[in-house]
Structures are given as structure tokens and as C-alpha cells.
């Protein structure tokens, strides 16, 4: 009987050994998290005042006016030290100008310098331009750049990498607004650089800052490559020679990017660290526990969980809005190439079964913000008083059914890899409530962004709906435009991948870009949301959050516009 | 169970009262026996008797089991009710884990009995063949299985079936070749039954008791399998089983621990009252441990 009960207990044992294996991912960063936080804690034993100036330092307007209260002195930025900062995000390079995303963009804007730097309040500041003139009619800037500022190879940076660079841009990055309204460039000498603009552009000072605008060597990639095949250059990857603060020195995309300190930068005594190591992490979660073992020093996520959690931490600064500037969308994509989705009365009913409030208040807690465009909420041009498509279940049936569906409709969702929250849970509730109208929806996951990013390449029935995130990156001419315009249905992610072409919405992106006077170009992007708003190519949901963290030691992270999306030469480690 | 005296015995008592009563007498296995039969019945008849349905949103999200407006078990992050989803999931698990086990008990009775009776170059070429499966880890090849043949119940169940075949390959093999050599195949063979006959009538039912414990073995091992598939997001998101509801909770496990304890328990229950009931029937089938 002994011997029996013995069996029993060895087979629990057996068996509770294959349940953790089953769970071996987590249980074992967990075990790694629980045994290097305790060995930080002991090593975070400092003052609490050096706690204090730390998050005065590192949080938002109203943490300074504190900080100038206290009467210490703020620390002294110091040399050296490695930042690990965990992303989730893959890029395909790690040059901006040639493609768009926080992947590629992380990594560039260290790589690579721009012309101005943007402050919180959305106005240039010298980079490598140290100063600008602007004429009276708007339609010509002059930049002047530092002198003695050189590439990663020794080679000076002159106006001729300028152009050339803006030339990429122009020829290979989705954002095609950006540089619309250029006519041409002049280089009356090497640090010199005229822009004439056939009309004026208010969106220019964003498209020549940070991360918009990576200078490239023209010495290295004018090599005989057609100017518009810029994007398979192979000084776009391992290897690639850049202008800032930053040189890229291990490269595997997937992994991770280690950069080093550019000794030559032209900023003098600048970068304060020594390097940068970019860890791809697997899910927030993974972020989530290195930051709280200390293995991380910087991450963002987009969970409301886990922002509650690190609000909760003290041992953690929490950046509420980490990418003010980039106005990320958390929205429902229609593939109007694809023959069922053509159909306006499809794509309405599919409007009038989601419950948006659902998502938000219930699924995301409330703290979300409603999205009805394809304009940023927090954005001065978003207009929120256009068609809602209330939820009305019978009027779903009834479009259905004048679509010719009235026996049920199979469909796909797929979903942009990236937070759960955000993305799988809507597509999953949205295949739940579509099953209510008898659309019977299947949810595709993919594994990584590049899987996903494969069924624009697929021909028009490879996907139906998708959701999707696109950026504002600042201004509507660059981040909403690319989106809509007829001109933009071209091979590729995140461009006019709805196929949707209207020649009036064409018009008023149009004419919207070309103003510069605030409440017309208010008018022409009102109505725009209007139209758009009826039309779905995009159905809104809310406007994807962005949340940060730090460690306490980690100072002068940029506060500007694009927040970590710059050049990061000012951040320092005090530890 | 290597002398003839044994083997004999054992062909003319297994199945009948004696290993039965054997069988009664190991209590661990009639528990066991017990709690799987309430596993299956619940998984047959729960999901109509219950009433919810395992993919819909029954409640708020993230509500802890006893949390008054939502369900005893607590609801995932959709709303969606978890004691909904541990008893309808056990369907796809329970389908999954029988399939996959008859699928590899039968490809390894095929491959073991053709090589064990007719030994020689066959056995050769098909036990080189085995080992090849046996060599690869089996959860990482039933991993690249799917992802080329792409996630779906049957898909699924053909994965992971056909990694695990190797086992009672070798097994059924060992068998054959000790049972061929015995009298009474010979015997059959003496009056003329074909091949066919002597290894299907009279061979495979004296190999059947340690099969059928190896049997037992392989759906505990599917269920895990599966489990581990699904907890790595491989299978199909659509469809609900225990170990896609761990899965996709996987990211809420340190906020809502019931979303995972639960489809976890049902797996560690199913596992271990299978695992229960083998160890039973090892013990009725042996004749060593009978009249003790």
C-alpha cells in the first residue's frame, strides 16, 4: 500500500514538472526578476531626497516648479554608463527616412542627427542646424549648420548630405506630406541649405526635427542606387555610418541593437553615456518584470494594467504620455480592395455593431480616449462631432441584408501585434459582437509585425479588417494624409492600405497642407473627418496610450515633442 | 514476464474478474477512474446543462471568482465566464488528447508489430525510421508541425499525433518478438493461420496489457502537449480550449490568477486521474502482485 502511494506522489511530481516546463517561459524571468531585485534594492539603499530630485527631474511641469523649491542643487550630469532599454518594437532597419515605425525610429534617432530638435512645445530648437531664416512670404528657409560636424567614418556633414538626405526622404518614406510643397533646394556652400516651398508649409518644422529627419552620408549611399530603392541600401542596417550622437555597433534586429558613443559628435562633451543597448523583448510583460528586477532602465507599454502597476512603484518614474508627439491610433482598417468590403453598407454594419464605448470604459477601464478619426483626439485639428455609427443592431441586420448577406457573412480579422490590450482583446471582442449580425469572424494572429505586415502584400482578398495603428507623427500633413490620398495606394504598410480614394477628401488634405492659416486649415480638416467618418476606411476606436517608465537614475530624458524618439545625447546616468 | 509460464497466465486471466478485482483493490486508481468519468460527463453534458457559452461575454471584465456580478469562477479579460470556458474547453482538450493518442497508438501498433513479426530488413528500415522521431524533442517538432500546416483542431491533433508514435512503436515491437517465439504462436502458425491472423487474433491480444498502460501514458501526454501549444499561443485563438484560455491569459496571470488556476487544475486533474488509472491497470495486469 506504501509503495502505491508512493507511485501516486512521484506521478504528482512528474507531473507538476511538466506543468511548469509548460510554463518555463514565465516562471523562469519571474525567478530571475525576484532574485536581481532584491540584489538592486540593496544597492538603491541611497538617500530619499535623491529620490525626490529625481522624479522632479524626470516628470512634467508641474514636478519642476517643486524642484525649484528645493534649495539642493540639481546633480551634475556625469560620463559613461550603458541605458538598456526594452522595447517590443522590431523594425526592418534602422533608418528612419527610408521607413516609418518606433522600431526603425528608436534606433535612427540616435544613429542619425537631424536639422532641429522640437521642445515640448512643438518649436525647433538648433541641432545641426545651429540657426535658420525664414522669409517674409514663408516660401524660403535658410538653415545654417554646425561647423566641424562630421559622420560616423570621419567624412564632414555638409549641405550636400542635407539634400541629399531630404531627397531620400522624399523618394522613399511613406509620410509623402511631409516634403510635398518643396520645389527645390539650393547649397550656395558647404554649410548652407536653402528650401523654396511653392507654398507655405506649416508641417516643415516637424518634417526637418528629430526623427523625421535623419541626415544619411551622401558619400556612402549615393553608390549608383536609384534614388527611390534607398530602403534595401545596406547602410540602412548592421554596419550603417550615421551623423549622431550615437554609432550603431551590433546590429540584429529581432535581438538586439547595441549603439556606442559617436567620440567626435558635434556637440562637444556630448553624449553623456557610453552606450545604448535596445533589448527586443517578447511582450510588455517581459518589460515589464526587467524593469521591475532593475534589468531595464527605461521601456514603454501601452497597458493599462501594467501603467497601474508602475504607477504603484516606487522604485520607478512613470511617464504617462511617453510619445506626446506621435499621436498613436488604435483603429479598425477596411480593406477596400477586397470585394465584401468594398461595400459601403458592409463596412457600416460593421460600424453600427461595435460598441466603442464598450472597449473603452469596460475593456481598457476607462482609460482610453475615444478616437471617431483618423485625427489624434488631443490633436487641435480633431473634430469629434461627426457620424458615431451608435451601436443599432437591427440597422447592421438590415445593411447586411441590402448587401446581399442576409444569410451570414465569413469573415477575418487580423490584428497588429503589440499590446493585447489594445489590439488582440478589441479583435476579439469585435469577431464576438459581429457574430450577433450573423458575421461569423475569424481572429488571424500573427507572431511578429513582419507576419502581419505580409497580408498588405497578399493581393485584395488577403485580408478584410484589420486593426491597426497609424501614427500622426505630429502633423495631419504627414501622419493622417499618407493614409487617404489616392496617391498613396501604393505597395507598402502604413500607407493608403484601405485603398480608399474620394477626390474631394483629396482636395482638402490638399489644401489643409498648404495653410497657414489656423482656422481655415481647422475648416478643411473638420470636414474631412466628416466625410471620412461616414466612408470608413478607418473606424475609430480610441486613441492608443502610450506609457513609460524609468528607472530613479535615469536623468534628462528629452521632454520634447518626440520624446525618446531623439537624439537622447543629454541623458545621463546618475549612478 | 519473460517465462513462458507467465505470458500464458497472463493471456488467460488478463480482461477477466481477476485483473478487474486487481484493479478495484488500487484505490488511487479508482479515484482516479472516478474523477475522470465526472471530467468527461461534465465536458459532455456541462456546457448544455450550464448554459453559457465559453466564448461569449458573460460579464464585466477581470471579475474574481465570488465577485457578486459576475460568475463563480470569475470572467477573462473580455468578460468572458472561465467556468463557462474550463467546461466547454475540456471538448477541445479531451478530443484532442483521445484523437492524438489513437492516432499515435495506432501508427506505433502498425510500425512496432510489422517490425517485431517479420524482423530482418523491415524491422531494420522501420526502427531506423522510428528513431528519427524518436530523436527530435517531440513538443518542438509538434511546434514547427503547426506552424507550417498552420493552427486548427485537427491540425492540431495530427501534430502532435504523429510525434509521439515512437513510444509504442518500440514498445509493441519488444512484444511481438517475445511473443512469436512462444508455443501457441506456433501453434497457429502450425495449422496454417496466415500472418495476418496470427498477428492480429493471436499475437496483439497477449501484447495488449502493457499497450494499453503505454495508451493511458500517451493521451496524459497529448493533453500536456496541447496545454503547452496552446499556453504558447500556437493553436487556433478561435476555438476554446483549457489550455487557450491559459494562453491568451498568459499576460494577466500576476492580476487575475483564476483566469489560469482553473483550465491549469482541470489539466492537472485530467492528467492525473488518467495517469491514476494506468497505474491501475499495470498493477491488474501484473500476476506477480495478484493474491497479494
Excluded at chain 2, 501534430?159 to 515512437?166: C, D, E, L, P, Q
Aim: proline share 6%; hydrophobic share 45%.
Amino acid at each position: 500500500m506504501l509503495k502505491r502511494w508512493i507511485k501516486v506522489l512521484s506521478l504528482l511530481a512528474v507531473l507538476s514538472l511538466f506543468a511548469a516546463a509548460c510554463g518555463s517561459s514565465d516562471s523562469s524571468s519571474s525567478d530571475s526578476g525576484s532574485s536581481s531585485a532584491s540584489a538592486s534594492s540593496s544597492s538603491d539603499d541611497e538617500p530619499a531626497a535623491e529620490e525626490d530630485a529625481g522624479e522632479a527631474q524626470s516628470s512634467d511641469d508641474e514636478g519642476e516648479e517643486e524642484a525649484t523649491e528645493e534649495t539642493a542643487p540639481p546633480p551634475q550630469p556625469k560620463h559613461g554608463g550603458t541605458m538598456v532599454i526594452a522595447t517590443t518594437q522590431v523594425g526592418a532597419n534602422v533608418n528612419h527616412g527610408v521607413n516609418s515605425g518606433i522600431g526603425i525610429a528608436q534606433p535612427s534617432s540616435k544613429i542619425f542627427a537631424s536639422l532641429t530638435h522640437l521642445d515640448k512645445n512643438w518649436e525647433p530648437q538648433p541641432y545641426l542646424a545651429e540657426s535658420w531664416e525664414v522669409s517674409d512670404d514663408n516660401l524660403t528657409i535658410t538653415f545654417h549648420l554646425v561647423e566641424g560636424a562630421t559622420f560616423h567614418d570621419g567624412a564632414p556633414i555638409t549641405s550636400a548630405d542635407v539634400k541629399f538626405s531630404i531627397e531620400v526622404i522624399q523618394a522613399n518614406h511613406p509620410f509623402t506630406g511631409m516634403w510635398g510643397p518643396l520645389e527645390s533646394i539650393d547649397t550656395p556652400d558647404d554649410l548652407t541649405v536653402v528650401l523654396h516651398l511653392a507654398n507655405p508649409h506649416p508641417a516643415l518644422w516637424i518634417a526637418t526635427s528629430d526623427v523625421m529627419m535623419p541626415i544619411m552620408p551622401k558619400h556612402i549611399m549615393d553608390d549608383g542606387t536609384p534614388i527611390n530603392e534607398m530602403k534595401g541600401h545596406p547602410n540602412n542596417v548592421a554596419g550603417a555610418i550615421g551623423s549622431g550622437p550615437f554609432r550603431l555597433t551590433e546590429y540584429e534586429n529581432t535581438q538586439k541593437i547595441v549603439l556606442e558613443r559617436y567620440d567626435d559628435f558635434f556637440i562637444p562633451d556630448r553624449p553623456y553615456l557610453d552606450s545604448i543597448i535596445y533589448v527586443i523583448v517578447p511582450d510588455e510583460d517581459a518589460t515589464m518584470l526587467g524593469l521591475e528586477s532593475g534589468e531595464y532602465d527605461s521601456g514603454g507599454y501601452a497597458s493599462v494594467i501594467n501603467a497601474e502597476k508602475v504607477s504603484k512603484n516606487p522604485d520607478l518614474v512613470a511617464i504617462p504620455d511617453l510619445l506626446g508627439g506621435v499621436g498613436s491610433l488604435n483603429h479598425l482598417q477596411f480593406n477596400m480592395a477586397n470585394s465584401i468590403m468594398s461595400d459601403l453598407r458592409v463596412r457600416q454594419a460593421i460600424a453600427y455593431t461595435i460598441d466603442r464605448d464598450y472597449v473603452i470604459n469596460t475593456l481598457h477601464q476607462g482609460q482610453t480616449m475615444e478616437l471617431l478619426g483618423g485625427i489624434h483626439p488631443s490633436s487641435p485639428f480633431y473634430n469629434a462631432d461627426v457620424e458615431r455609427y451608435d451601436v443599432d443592431l437591427d440597422k447592421a441586420r438590415a445593411l447586411l441584408a441590402e448587401a446581399g448577406y442576409a444569410d451570414g457573412l465569413d469573415l477575418r480579422i487580423n490584428y497588429i501585434p503589440g499590446p493585447n490590450e489594445q489590439q488582440r482583446n478589441v479583435a476579439e471582442y469585435i469577431a464576438l459582437a459581429l457574430a450577433e449580425v450573423g458575421v461569423n469572424v475569424e481572429v488571424i494572429q500573427a507572431a511578429d509585425l513582419p507576419s502581419w505586415a505580409g497580408i498588405f502584400f497578399g493581393g485584395p482578398d488577403a485580408w478584410h479588417m484589420t486593426m491597426n495603428a497609424y501614427f500622426n507623427w505630429g502633423d495631419p500633413v504627414i501622419g493622417v494624409q499618407r493614409a487617404y490620398v489616392c496617391a498613396n495606394i501604393v505597395p507598402g504598410v502604413f500607407v493608403n492600405n484601405s485603398a480608399y480614394c474620394n477626390e474631394k477628401v483629396d482636395e482638402l488634405l490638399y489644401a489643409a497642407a498648404a495653410e497657414p492659416d489656423f482656422a481655415k486649415r481647422k475648416a478643411l480638416y473638420d470636414e474631412f473627418q466628416e466625410i471620412t467618418a461616414i466612408e470608413l476606411p478607418f473606424y475609430g476606436i480610441n486613441a492608443l496610450p502610450i506609457f513609460g517608465a524609468n528607472q530613479l537614475y535615469v536623468r534628462d530624458q528629452p521632454d520634447g515633442a518626440w520624446g525618446p524618439l531623439s537624439g537622447f545625447e543629454n541623458v545621463w546616468l546618475d549612478k | 514476464m519473460t517465462d513462458l509460464g507467465i505470458a500464458i497466465e497472463s493471456s488467460v486471466e488478463t480482461g477477466g474478474r481477476g485483473a478487474f478485482r486487481m484493479f478495484l483493490r488500487n484505490k488511487p486508481a479508482v479515484v482516479g477512474s472516478v474523477v475522470f468519468i465526472i471530467i468527461v460527463l461534465v465536458t459532455i453534458f456541462g456546457p448544455g446543462m450550464y448554459g453559457t457559452e465559453a466564448h461569449k461575454m458573460a460579464a464585466g471584465p477581470f471579475l474574481g471568482p465570488g465577485d457578486d456580478a459576475g460568475p463563480l469562477l470569475g470572467t477573462d479579460y473580455l468578460g468572458r465566464d472561465i467556468l463557462a470556458g474550463v467546461i466547454t474547453g475540456g471538448r477541445t482538450t479531451l478530443f484532442v488528447a483521445a484523437v492524438a493518442g489513437a492516432l499515435s497508438m495506432g501508427l506505433g501498433l502498425v510500425v512496432g508489430s510489422l517490425a517485431g513479426y517479420f524482423g530482418g530488413w523491415i524491422d531494420a528500415l522501420l526502427m531506423r525510421f522510428t528513431e528519427i522521431f524518436q530523436a527530435m524533442p517531440s513538443l518542438l517538432f509538434s511546434l514547427v508541425l503547426i506552424y507550417l500546416i498552420g493552427p486548427g483542431t485537427w491540425k492540431e491533433t495530427l501534430a502532435i499525433g504523429v510525434t509521439m508514435w515512437a513510444l509504442p512503436a518500440r514498445l509493441t515491437r519488444a512484444e511481438f518478438l517475445r511473443l512469436r517465439e512462444m508455443e501457441f504462436v506456433k501453434a497457429s502458425r502450425a495449422i496454417g493461420s496466415t500472418d495476418l491472423r496470427i498477428m492480429t487474433r493471436t499475437i496483439l491480444p497477449n501484447a495488449m496489457p502493457p499497450l494499453l498502460v503505454a495508451a493511458t501514458l500517451l493521451v496524459v501526454i497529448a493533453v500536456l502537449f496541447h496545454a503547452g501549444l496552446a499556453f504558447l499561443g500556437m493553436v487556433d485563438i478561435n476555438t476554446v480550449s483549457w489550455g487557450s484560455i491559459m494562453g491568451k491569459n498568459r499576460g494577466y496571470t500576476l492580476t487575475a490568477w483564476w483566469t489560469v488556476a482553473f483550465p491549469g487544475l482541470a489539466i492537472v486533474a485530467t492528467g492525473l486521474s488518467i495517469a491514476l488509472i494506468g497505474d491501475g491497470l499495470q498493477d491488474a495486469f501484473n500476476p506477480k502482485l495478484r493474491g497479494r
